[in-house]
């Protein structure tokens, strides 16, 4: 299994508060993403990182922001939860950005927004 | 933009009977389509790809065929058992835009014993 652990594994806040959730890989990966997944919509790309400090918006990242200052550390921030906020984030990272390359899954995180 | 379709189900079988999951693609330029299973409480396995047209994935019994003409890759497995109960989304990942996974919305597949 590829070496990726998410922090925390469940979460719940209130509305207006500030949610920073966490990914690590001991893979030396190049790309990492955050999804989130909804019943009905499948996973969603929330912003995507293809280097350290090298970040972008996919989707759905209305809302969210991110940072990556090593490459084994890739942060999903909420600046002010709201309800809709409400999911399971998933971090995915890959070697490289070929077509044909596998992008590897985390556990995932349950935030739950009241 | 590109999507992906998928049967959302739930679809039940019996154990030993024959599944096809249906995936059908819109997307620009010449994807990489994969197959992944999430069973309950997990994060996403691949389960198998295929980079280019007429390529055959195949994994555990499971296997899809690159389709271009009919912009399909369809999941089958000839004989499915309690253990494949999960769910199973199909993805694109196209080298415009991006460089996310485009999902379809996952199929739950339950099998009886």
């Known amino acids: 299994d590829a070496g990726i652990t998410q922090s925390p594994r469940h979460k719940v806040t209130e509305t207006g508060t500030p949610v920073t959730l966490r990914c690590h890989q001991t893979?030396?990966?190049?790309?990492m993403y955050w999804y989130r997944q909804d019943p009905g919509h499948g996973l969603r790309l929330i912003h995507y990182?293809?280097?350290?400090?090298?970040?972008d918006k996919g989707e759905v990242s209305d809302g969210y922001s991110v940072s990556r200052s090593k490459t084994e550390d890739f942060l999903l921030t909420l600046e002010s939860a709201t309800s809709s906020q409400t999911s399971v984030y998933f971090c995915?990272?890959?070697?490289?950005?070929?077509?044909?390359?596998?992008?590897?899954f985390g556990p995932g995180t349950r935030l739950t927004v009241l | 933009g590109n999507s992906v379709t998928q049967m959302e189900g739930p679809v039940t079988l019996s154990e030993e009977a024959f599944l096809t999951i249906n995936c059908t693609y819109t997307?620009?330029?010449?994807?990489?389509l994969f197959w992944y299973v999430q069973y309950p409480g997990e994060g996403l396995q691949l389960l198998l790809k295929?980079?280019?047209?007429?390529d055959k994935g195949s994994n555990k019994g499971f296997e899809a065929t690159y389709r271009k003409e009919t912009t399909s890759f369809h999941l089958e497995k000839g004989s499915v058992q309690v253990s494949d109960s999960a769910v199973y989304f199909c993805?694109?990942?196209?080298?415009?835009?991006?460089?996310?996974?485009?999902f379809g919305k996952g199929t739950h597949l339950i099998i009886q014993p």
């Open positions: 995915a990272i890959s070697e490289s950005r070929d077509s044909g390359n596998e992008q590897f």
């Open positions: 893979e030396n990966h190049r790309y």
């Open positions: 990182s293809y280097g350290v400090k090298d970040t």
């Open positions: 997307a620009t330029g010449y994807p990489s």
């Open positions: 295929a980079t280019k047209a007429d």
């Open positions: 993805a694109l990942l196209s080298g415009g835009g991006a460089d996310g996974l485009t």
